[in-house]
C-alpha cells in the first residue's frame, strides 16, 4: 500500500468511494433519507465537487494498492477548512441536486451547526476520512490518519475534526484525539475531537 496526494483526475474515484464509504453514517441518514441508493447517489453529487477543491490545495491522501484506490482521508492546513462564501455558492448547484431543498437546508444546518464548533485557533482540520467498504478493518484508516498527523507534527500544529459515528471516537482516541464537545446535529450525536502536536 502507498499513500499519496490524490490529483484531479482521482477524484470521481475518491468522490466515489466516499459516497459507498459514508453512505450509512448516521447523519447522512438524517439530511438524505432512508433510501441507501439515493444517499449514495446524494453524496457523490455533493461531495464531487467539495473534494476537486480540496484535490486543487493538494489536501486530498489516496491510500493505493497497484491502481485501486481504496481510502481518502482530506487534511485541510490552517486557515483552510472554512470555505469561502464564494465557493460555498459554486458547491450549492451540486447540494440541492444530491439533497433537494429540503435536503440542501439539512445541508446548511448541519454545516453551521459544526462551523460554530470550529477551533478560532489555527488548525489543521481532518476530514473526510473513508475506506472503501471492500477494505474495511485492513488498517487503511489508521495508515492514512498515522499520515495526517505526521504532517501536523512537522508543524507543531493542532489537529481538530468532527465526527457522527461512535467507533470513530475510539480510533481518534487512539492517535491522541481527545473528545472537547458533544452536540446533537439534526438529531444525530456528534462528537467534536481535539490534538495538540506530538513532538
Not at 448547484?93 to 429540503?102: D, E, K
Not at 484508516?141 to 468532527?162: K, Q, T
Not at 484525539?177 to 444525530?188: S, T
Amino acid at each position: 500500500m502507498r499513500i499519496d496526494e490524490l490529483s484531479l483526475k482521482d477524484v470521481p474515484a475518491g468522490a466515489g468511494l466516499l459516497a459507498r464509504g459514508m453512505r450509512d453514517n448516521p447523519l447522512h441518514g438524517r439530511v438524505f433519507g432512508g433510501d441507501p441508493g439515493r444517499r449514495e447517489r446524494a453524496l457523490l453529487r455533493m461531495f464531487q465537487p467539495f473534494l476537486y477543491q480540496q484535490a486543487s490545495r493538494r489536501q486530498l491522501l489516496g491510500a493505493w494498492r497497484d491502481r485501486e484506490l481504496m481510502g481518502i482521508c482530506g487534511l485541510s492546513t490552517p486557515n483552510g477548512c472554512r470555505v469561502p462564501l464564494d465557493e460555498k455558492l459554486m458547491l450549492l448547484p451540486a447540494i440541492l441536486r444530491g439533497a433537494g431543498i429540503v435536503g440542501a437546508w439539512r445541508v446548511f444546518r448541519w454545516t453551521r451547526a459544526w462551523e460554530k464548533l470550529d477551533p478560532d485557533e489555527p488548525h489543521w482540520h481532518l476530514g473526510p476520512v473513508v475506506v472503501s467498504p471492500d477494505y474495511q478493518g485492513q488498517g487503511i484508516g489508521s495508515a492514512l490518519i498515522e499520515e495526517f498527523c505526521r504532517r501536523v507534527d512537522r508543524h507543531n500544529g493542532l489537529a481538530y475534526l468532527e465526527t457522527d459515528k461512535p467507533i470513530n471516537v475510539r480510533l481518534y482516541q487512539r492517535f491522541g484525539f481527545e473528545v472537547i464537545a458533544e452536540r446533537q446535529v439534526l438529531g444525530v450525536p456528534n462528537w467534536f475531537m481535539l490534538r495538540r502536536a506530538m513532538i
